[in-house]
């Protein structure tokens, strides 16, 4: 029995999982809502020990998922939306109610991208990439069976790769970065450019409302689709000349579009990835779309840490 | 004793290597002067023969390296530049005459990675990234202390990642590819490019000449290097969020250049990469660059592949 626990600028949510990936019991809390980090780690705390008390299992570890995770030191560093500013000591701070348990952090889609390893479809690949969208674009890359944490432990940031050079600001302080063009608030700023080119006013003011427009033929939504979906594809196909994953999975708000995005981004993949790779890597939408992926994640995380352990003491 | 083999499309060197990396006896040949890929190996593999027949040490590997090369298969793909085209085998060609030994295959940037690795400055580095930079531009990149061969064995091809949407044609059919910007080739088409907006001829035909007149100041020639680093330090900013690397080592004739390209591509690395790895991640010149690097590197890589059966088998 593993805990996971997926932080998020605006929600917190926690879950109990077996070890088969079934949630067992989990909740969600405002994170804006503390006044303090030390209070938001209690309240945590105390909803874990709480159903510990209740259940005949041991809590085996807690794995945990956030934006800007270190996975060496720990920590979240700088995390923009976060209403915890600096860098929080996120194991130390629940290392003080969970002392002698294993306690496991890293960024939001590094732990998603696990969760696709050990409960979704990426069972038994070697070398995959997870793409999450959503109000960001996040990334967790595996290679040769293991994730890239990188030297400091924050790689896989694809979102932060300048696609073009001198375009659009980004929040990190830069230009052209691929999250301001592919994620959600990125895919409502193309729409409205379409929408001054042709002279018109955007209908749409918020992403579900454009997928269903998308859906029903808009063909300026369309059009705004093909754009992120060409840039997406040209992103997909040079991460794939550096990391040689087999398969991409999408997951997040902005994958839930479906074949909206995914068909033009397989087509403009194909188009643009280097001719050894045509035909043979697949851009899928992730296995845990539906589920709480990002507890499965964190708690995949830890258990995976786990595991390891028990086999360097074999 | 270990011979390593760097096969290029002009020349191909042979060496044999001792544990240490000292280069016991090296030759080269003209790649292009054989008619057919057996003859080819036929005379690579009577010059170690012969060398073996005058040397009281047993040869325990052979390990090659070149351009497309693919570690799973063994085989060279589709090489552009070299005489053998289609699909060559040279793991099973090379068995012919080796049938006991081993004998590892890989491309030749990944090749100078592992040689760096073993031999040069990224002893004891666990994640590192290789930019082989000639006529071409390659690359290996070490995560978790692994090569990244990727789901096919082809990954680390940075030279073909598309760094300007619609940029300058490449010969592998795309546009926009940073080996058509940052290579010898790439380089001389970007002071054209210069002297024609100044409406002047070009004074410099060659990679040599063009770095001799950069030493010496001309101010066309400085721009020129100038605008190769910011493309570089952008593309090096990009891997450097996906992968993670601590250092960044440049190799080959036109990291020859030193400073005139090193300086600026160092400054614009720092503008672009994310602001987590400012001041953070170095960019060197590799420390095999007066060495033959890539006979090394193959040669490293078949003792990297020695000693992990001699780990496994314990």
Same mark, same amino acid.
């Given at each position: ?31 804006? =809502?503390?006044?303090?980090? !030390? +209070? ?66 890293? !960024? ?7 969760? =696709? ?13 997870? %793409? ?11 290679? !040769? ?8 432990? +924050?790689?896989?940031? +694809?979102?932060?790769? %300048? ?33 001054? =080119? ?16 998308? &859906? ?53 993949? =194909?188009?643009?990835? +280097? ?9 899928? %939408? ?17 258990? &995976? ?10």
């Amino acid at each position: 029995m593993i805990c996971g626990i997926d932080i998020g600028g605006t929600n917190t949510a926690i879950g109990i999982v077996n070890i088969k990936g079934n949630i067992l019991c989990e909740t969600s809390i405002k994170t804006a =809502e503390y006044a303090t980090v !030390n +209070l938001f780690v209690e309240n945590i705390a105390l909803w874990i020990q709480n159903y510990c008390t209740t259940s005949s299992e041991p809590l085996e570890g807690i794995g945990i998922g956030c934006p800007n995770g270190n996975f060496y030191t720990g920590c979240m560093l700088n995390a923009p939306n976060m209403p915890f500013k600096g860098n929080v000591h996120f194991i130390d701070l629940f290392k003080k109610y969970f002392k002698n348990l294993p306690i496991v952090l890293t !960024n939001d889609a590094n732990a998603a991208a696990v969760g =696709e390893m050990i409960y979704g479809k990426a069972v038994g690949l070697h070398n995959f990439a997870m %793409i999450t969208l959503g109000t960001g674009l996040g990334s967790g890359f595996v290679v !040769n069976d293991e994730l890239i944490y990188g030297y400091d432990g +924050l790689a896989g940031e +694809l979102g932060h790769t %300048i696609i073009i050079i001198n375009g659009r600001s980004c929040a990190c302080g830069r230009k052209g970065c691929l999250e301001r063009y592919v994620s959600a608030s990125g895919i409502l700023q193309t729409y409205q450019e379409i929408c001054t =080119e042709e002279q018109c006013s955007p209908l749409y003011k918020g992403y579900k409302e454009l997928c269903e427009a998308g &859906k029903k033929g808009d063909p300026y939504v369309l059009r705004c689709f093909d754009k992120t979906a060409e840039i997406l594809g040209i992103a997909l196909a040079n991460t794939a000349a550096i990391t040689g994953p087999s398969h991409f999975f999408l997951f997040g708000g902005v994958a839930q579009g479906g074949s909206l995005l995914l068909k033009p981004t397989r087509a403009y993949f =194909e188009k643009n990835v +280097l001719f050894t790779s045509v035909g043979n890597i697949k851009i899928e %939408i992730s296995g845990l779309l539906n589920k709480n992926a990002a507890v499965l994640g964190a708690a995949a995380l830890v258990q &995976k840490h786990i595991l390891s352990i028990l086999t360097d003491e074999q």
